[in-house]
């Protein structure tokens, strides 16, 4: 299943503005005074007075001392921010149900990725996304022109519901008695009635299997094909004999 987990950590800015002490102190700068007025001589006088010496300049205040800029207290990104060893980040169930139906429509690109990644870390109670899947499932039924005919759509109010509740038990289930293999999401579609007994195969899935254009069948058409993305292939190998059945991830 395509699905990212994503941390938004919020950073707070670091002050780089730290406040520095800048007020120097004034300076002494009235230098006293000297005495210049040397006594004057008269001839026949006494001899004249001493002039009179100043007084000493003023000193300056010290300067203030400048505040400590913040700290940021962020969670931080990359290998410091990865999960804790054994958290649940994602779930390998079927494909494009995170994709097609959890926040699709969502403007907000912040809140889209906070509610995957809350789908992907839940691991049993998936009953509370019902609520979410439904209106995106309503969208995605018009998405051939033909509203009502998706799979298991009512007339009620809650008509997306039943469906909205299978999807929700995103797991891959497997028929172990049937000989019959590669029909993606062929399973489901006998367990609601859309394929008969025994039709819909072994379920899960191969790296084979389109599954894309698969879902985008059942959500729109109620079928198993109609709907077609118009891709055919991808620009990697895969196999079904080989170990690790997967292309190499890229970088």
């Excluded at 520095?20 to 007075?49: F, I």
């Excluded at 002039?51 to 003023?58: E, S």
């Excluded at 990725?113 to 870390?121: F, L, M, P, R």
Aim: net charge negative; proline share 4%; with cysteine.
């Amino acid at each position: 299943m395509l699905c990212c987990a994503s941390a938004f950590p919020l950073v707070a800015c670091d002050d780089e503005e730290d406040g520095n002490g800048v007020v120097d102190g004034g300076n002494g700068n009235d230098d006293a005074g000297g005495g210049t007025d040397d006594g004057g001589t008269l001839d026949g006088g006494g001899p004249g007075g001493d002039g009179g010496t100043g007084g000493d300049g003023g000193t300056g205040g010290d300067g203030g001392t400048g505040g400590d800029g913040g700290t940021g207290t962020g969670t931080p990104r990359g290998q410091d921010g990865r999960p804790e060893l054994g958290a649940q980040i994602d779930r390998m169930g079927r494909a494009a149900i995170s994709t097609a139906l959890v926040a699709t429509f969502e403007a907000d690109e912040t809140m889209r990725g906070a509610a995957k990644d809350a789908y992907n870390a839940a691991s049993a109670d998936w009953e509370q996304f019902v609520e979410q899947l439904e209106p995106n499932l309503a969208i995605l039924d018009a998405l051939d022109a033909d509203c009502g005919n998706q799979l298991l759509a009512g007339n009620g109010n809650d008509r997306y519901a039943p469906l909205a509740g299978v999807l929700a038990d995103d797991q891959l289930y497997v028929n172990t008695a049937s000989g019959m293999c590669g029909t993606y999401l062929g399973l489901e579609g006998e367990f609601v009635g859309a394929l008969d007994e025994g039709a819909g195969g072994c379920g899960g899935r191969t790296p084979l299997d389109d599954v894309i254009e698969r879902s985008y069948s059942v959500l729109a058409a109620g079928a198993l094909t109609g709907v077609d993305d118009t891709i055919t292939e991808d620009d990697a190998e895969h196999s079904t004999t080989e170990f690790p059945f997967l292309a190499a991830p890229q970088d």
